[in-house]
């Protein structure tokens, strides 16, 4: 199994009471930390506006941070999970993707999906197009960010997208184009779009949901002629790991009360469903065993997110120390 790391940027309220003058040293020395530690990869999300509510906390942009981090790093690689296809017109996009991929000598993963923010959405003056709509516009954004990476020009049009030999010109430096990986579950279209294009998906992480979504995502593949076995499947994970079970209760408390900070009480407790219960809350043990049930079930690559990355690395050094040397390789 592979592993990612989250870097703390804001979204998830994960830079709280931080002077912001602050926040590009604490998100690059995350991010360098990783680099250093066994960690293939570092992500970002790509939103506006904070969850479990919109405040005025920061929330800092995922393409700057891209070309960022890129310049800072070496070796690396970094993500998005995932880009929202309709914030940026696909041409432009790819060709954001392409220059942060040079700068960062071939490190670019695109994490892509079709969005669901609705809040940040509207704020931002993209109404909120039907899921229908949003999922042909991913489709139609795939093809140009494909067909712009390997030629060095894109043209479509399609139904939602029409451009006329848009130059992207250098293309991205890696053979091929920037790794696509299509996050999302729906299992009409976005895992049928996953079988055509992805490199690797990106969903569900329990036991159960994971299984259940490699069963359709193999179904797509066997019906569009494509090689189920050379996608590799993630899933994200938010981790609160201690050497004992009060410990872990202690990490939970301090995420509950950042978050009831800015949000409240209500938002705060309904956000620690995203934790309790899940695969990688627990002891190092637990969650060893729990992730090499969903190892064995084809689970290719966890990216972890630690949410009191920016304060405390005691979690993330108990679990490069306990939990990957068990699953990597």
Known sequence: ??????????????????????????????????????????????HFHTVPAPTEEATHEAWSLMSALGA????????????????????????????????????IEMGIGAGWYEHEWRAYGYGFPPAGERLGRLDEG???????WTTG???????????DGAIVAPKPLQDGGIPLWIAGGGEKV?????????????????????????????????????????IVRSANYNVAIGVTEADVERRLAQTKARIARCAGEELAEASMAAFRGMPAVGTPEQIVENLS?????????????????AYDTSGIELFEREVIPALAG
């Not at 795939?142 to 712009?148: D, G, S």
């Open 142 to 148: 795939v093809q140009i960010l494909r067909q712009a």
């Open 1 to 46: 199994m592979r592993f990612g790391m989250f870097v703390p940027q804001g979204w998830r309220l994960d830079l709280v009471g931080i002077a912001p003058a602050d926040h590009w040293g604490v998100m690059k020395g995350v991010t360098l930390r990783a680099e250093r530690g066994p960690w293939e990869s570092a992500w970002v999300y790509d």
């Open 72 to 107: 800072v790093t070496s070796t690396i690689r970094l993500g998005q999970m995932c880009t929202a296809m309709s914030y940026r017109n696909p041409a432009y996009l790819a060709k954001i993707a392409a220059t942060a991929d040079l700068i960062s000598g071939g490190r």
């Open 293 to 309: 049930r969903l190892r064995e079930q084809g689970l290719g690559y966890a990216i972890c997110y630690f949410p009191e990355a």
């Open 190 to 230: 976005t895992l049928k779009i996953a079988a055509k294009y992805a490199r690797y998906t990106n969903f569900d992480g329990t036991l159960d949901g994971f299984t259940h979504k490699s069963a359709v995502l193999r179904e797509h593949c066997a019906a569009v002629g494509t090689d189920f076995d050379a």
């Open 153 to 163: 020009s894109a043209t479509l049009d399609g139904r939602y997208y029409r451009v």
